[in-house]
């Protein structure tokens, strides 16, 4: 190839920056274990290179699940209809997929 069409390439490449993630509107489920509540609501969720955040109806800020604290800090569980997040002893956070 052409260097100027590498060059082209690469320069449009470079500044495009990362790509956003979708926010999906959908329905979870928030079980807190202590608490003994199990809620069902509207929500709002989106997912970037492993990272998942959660905003549920009702509540300000999200549920943030970090992709290098999977497997220590929670524990993510994926099936054909749902992505349940849970954080041992404390809460599972159940994204219902459409």
């Known amino acids: 190839m052409n260097r100027n069409i590498l060059f082209a390439l690469a320069t449009t490449t470079l500044l495009a920056g990362p790509a956003s993630a979708a926010i999906v509107e959908t329905k979870c489920t928030?079980?807190?274990y202590k608490k003994g509540t199990n809620r069902t609501t509207e929500c709002k969720w989106r997912q970037a290179q492993g990272n998942v955040q959660v905003w549920l109806n009702g509540?300000?800020?999200p549920y943030r699940f970090n992709a290098t604290g999977q497997g220590h800090k929670y524990v993510r569980i994926n099936t054909s209809n749902r992505i349940t997040l849970t954080r041992l002893g404390r809460f599972s956070l159940t994204i219902w997929q459409q």
Do not use: N
């Open 30 to 32: 928030i079980t807190h």
């Open 59 to 61: 509540r300000k800020k």
